[in-house]
């Protein structure tokens, strides 16, 4: 079982939330394969494959919906970037793409299409409805996207029995690209979530922003409240 370093992940990760600190080197080194991913390292990336297309996904109709706004253009392009970086991951492992239709709100993962599907369709349906409501939904995407990142995604949790939110993600995984990966991702959803949030506060106020998925402590922290 993949807990070995789970007690000294979880430590620099409450370093992380609390103090934005990268316990993975930035340095564009990349760590060797030491291994074939079990099942569950291979369920969650590819999980996290459909999640990064999400966030493209909604971003880039947002941009379409807001064209004014140039935060979701931005983002939309970091997204990209991301959903091809898991891709080239589970290439990197010999696993199967679960997206084989890139065009914006398709998803056809036989085990989590229809989720990320539905999904999208809710997320831009909440936007839709004024700039601030799709600035607040740029943001709970970002905080789920740390979370999943980190934890098990409620979906798996839910549809695989016997898998609980610690047994998945980057305190489970002890496979150093992996850990890699998901540490430069969380990194990029920091970054993404301390700009909507501004966005955010430029029209509710400063200090304002409550946590969607998060604690509100992991929040003020990623802030640098």
């Known amino acids: 079982m993949k807990l070995l370093m789970k007690t000294m992940i979880l430590t620099l990760l409450s370093a992380f939330f609390l103090g934005g600190i990268y316990f993975i080197p930035e340095s564009g ?8 991913l079990d099942t569950i390292e291979a369920t969650h990336l590819a999980f996290l494959r459909e999640e990064e297309k999400l966030a493209r996904d909604v971003y880039n109709t947002f941009h379409e919906m807001y064209p004014n706004s140039r935060a979701f253009g931005q983002i939309e392009d970091s997204e990209q970037k991301h959903t091809d970086a898991v891709a080239a991951m589970l290439a990197r492992y010999g696993l199967e793409d679960p997206n084989t239709n890139d ?31 799709a600035m607040y939904v740029g943001a709970l995407i970002e905080e789920l996207d740390m979370h999943d990142l980190i934890y098990c995604p409620q979906a798996i949790v839910e549809a695989d029995n016997g898998v609980d939110v610690n047994e998945c993600g980057q305190i ?3 496979e150093e690209p992996i850990l890699e990966l998901y540490q430069k991702l969380l990194n990029g959803s ?10 955010i506060e430029s029209v509710i ?21």
Request: glycine fraction near 14%; proline fraction near 1%.
């Open 29 to 36: 080194f990349v760590a060797q394969a030491t291994g074939k």
């Open 103 to 133: 065009a914006i709100g398709k998803y056809t993962g036989e085990e989590y299409g229809p989720y990320f599907t539905e999904k999208y369709e809710l997320l831009v349906e909440m936007g839709r409805k004024s700039l601030l409501d």
């Open 205 to 225: 106020g400063e200090g304002n922003y409550e946590a969607q998925v998060l604690t509100q402590e992991e929040v003020d922290g990623i802030l640098g409240r």
């Open 190 to 199: 920091a970054s993404h979530l301390r700009g909507y949030v501004q966005n």
């Open 172 to 174: 489970y995984t002890d």
